[in-house]
Antibody, heavy 123, light 105 residues
Framework: EVQLVESGGGLVQPGGSLRLSCVAS????????MNWVRQAPGKGLEWISF??????????SYADSVKGRFTISRDDATNSLFLQMDSLRVDDTAVYYC???????????????WGQGTLVTVS | DIQMTQSPSTLSAFIGDTVTITCRAS??????LAWYQKKPGKAPKLLIY???ILQTGVPSRFSGSRSGTEFNITITSLQPDDFAAYYC?????????FGGGTTVE
């Protein structure tokens, strides 16, 4: 089955760190561009980070709200996407989703496959 | 950054109604707009990309259109499963920005 499963969320104090994981199954994560998107309680969706596939020209990108604090990465051996979150703030509290670009090899910049999300609470 | 202004924020409707949600970009984004459906506790679902192309498996009662920097998603003959939140997202340039969302209730 083609799916994404996030993990690593939890309760962390302000200023702390957390590393989110997203394990892909049914496809090779190295063939797709990947994103992290979050949704704070009662709020809308917020895109936070993009990791290009090897065939995509665009660089790694971050939303201004997380730039310099969050780092996106990928491990092809474990078919996993990561989000290292440092210097966490109360307003980083959200459900974090990993999402796969709709198109393999070269990004289309819209996401056709999403995980179920993992909750991060900063308090 | 590009701003995406979505309206209305809430829309009340009945089963069988036809509803339209609008998203306006602060600058030209060509056709690079997607629409997502989001239900509580569920992952977002891609409905439409490139302003008007229906994602595989999405019912044909969903349609998208563009006029300049204004984009619409229309749901014809609203079904019980369609009561959800809807978000537009521009992907012309980074940062990729979502609209504020519309809840169809």
């Amino acid at each position: 089955e083609v799916q994404l499963v996030e993990s690593g969320g939890g309760l962390v104090q302000p200023g702390g760190s957390l590393r989110l994981s997203c394990v892909a199954s049914g496809f090779s994560i190295s063939a797709y561009s990947m994103n992290w998107v979050r949704q704070a309680p009662g709020k809308g969706l917020e895109w936070i980070s993009f990791l290009p596939s090897p065939g995509t020209v665009s660089p790694i990108s971050y939303a201004d709200s997380v730039k310099g604090r969050f780092t996106i990465s990928r491990d092809d051996a474990t078919n996993s996407l990561f989000l290292q979150m440092d210097s966490l703030r109360v307003d980083d509290t959200a459900v974090y989703y990993c999402a796969r670009d709709r198109c393999p090899r070269v990004a289309c910049y819209n996401n056709g496959l999403w995980g179920q999300g993992t909750l991060v609470t900063v308090s | 950054d590009i701003q995406m202004t979505q309206s209305p924020s809430t829309l009340s409707a009945f089963i069988g109604d036809t509803v339209t949600i609008t998203c306006r970009a602060s600058q030209n984004i060509n056709i690079w707009l997607a629409w997502y459906q989001k239900k509580p506790g569920k992952a977002p679902k891609l409905l439409i990309y490139s302003a008007s192309i229906l994602q595989t498996g999405v019912p044909s009662r969903f349609s998208g259109s563009r006029s300049g920097t204004e984009f619409n998603i229309t749901i014809t003959s609203l079904q019980p499963d369609d009561f959800a939140a809807y978000y537009c997202q521009q992907y012309d340039i980074f940062p990729l920005v979502f609209g504020g969302g519309t809840t169809v209730e």
